[in-house]
């Protein structure tokens, strides 16, 4: 099975800001099937990003995914008070589907 | 406009059984698998089983096979968690989730989410 590594585990950042959130796999995660999702409290994960960076039907530009093999990354370009939320990584290369254990993006 | 709602979530005994449905509307349902994502309280998520468009084949994370079915009614656009020896870690809200990709028969991404339903075994 493969391990999803995220750091860090809360980021502290202001509106405006951009967040660059990490994602590190315990082995290489195959043809880049790696997703992003957005929860908030209370709320079901909305996906943001799959296939390591196209973007779900609906979510701003300001939302960008990189990388490849064992390395991705989650980039928002200038956090709305709306980003505010928990974010998860998830890989669906080898079965079984694996998910991080999420980073906390607070409002400093 | 694509919609999932889970039902069926409750209060149940340890060793109990619970039932989960899924109704789903706005795509082809038959076309998509569909998948069990759960969360225990202040956790992260968990991919629980995953069921293909036509039924024929289903995946099961180990924690819960042997103990848990998933099957579906394409007829009824409905899918079903059947939960048999529950034990206290099965306690979580259950999510159901359409997979991203069309005519997949392995799990994928989860594309579409429903509000979830909360199950807790406790005695």
């Known amino acids: 099975e493969i391990v999803l590594t995220q750091s860090p585990g809360t980021l502290s950042l202001s509106p405006g800001e951009r967040a660059t959130l990490s994602c590190r796999a315990s082995?290489?995660?195959?043809?880049?099937?790696l997703a992003w999702y957005q929860q908030k409290p209370g709320q079901a994960p909305r996906l943001l990003i799959y296939?390591?960076?196209s973007r779900a039907t609906g979510i701003p530009d300001r939302f960008s995914g990189s990388g490849s093999g064992t390395d991705f990354t989650l980039t928002i370009s200038g956090l709305e008070p709306e980003d505010f939320a928990v974010y998860y990584c998830q890989q669906y290369g080898s079965s079984p589907g694996t998910f991080g254990q999420g980073t906390k993006v607070e409002i400093k | 406009e694509v919609q999932v709602l889970e039902s069926g979530g409750g209060l149940v005994q340890p060793g109990g059984s619970l039932r989960l449905s899924c109704g789903a509307s706005?795509?082809?349902?038959?076309?998509?698998?569909m998948n069990w994502v759960r969360q225990a309280p202040g956790k992260g998520l968990e991919w629980v089983s995953t069921i293909s468009g036509s039924g024929g084949s289903t995946y099961y994370a180990d924690s819960v096979k042997g103990r848990f079915t998933i099957s579906r009614d394409n007829s009824k656009h409905t899918m079903y968690l059947q939960m048999n020896s529950l034990r206290a870690e099965d306690t979580a809200v259950y999510y159901c989730?359409?997979?991203?990709?069309?005519?997949?028969?392995?799990?994928?991404?989860?594309?579409?989410w429903g509000q979830g339903t909360l199950v807790t075994v406790s005695s």
């Open positions: 989730a359409r997979d991203g990709v069309v005519v997949a028969a392995r799990p994928y991404y989860f594309e579409y």
């Open positions: 706005g795509f082809t349902f038959s076309s998509y698998a």
């Open positions: 082995q290489s995660v195959s043809s880049s099937y």
């Open positions: 296939g390591a960076s």
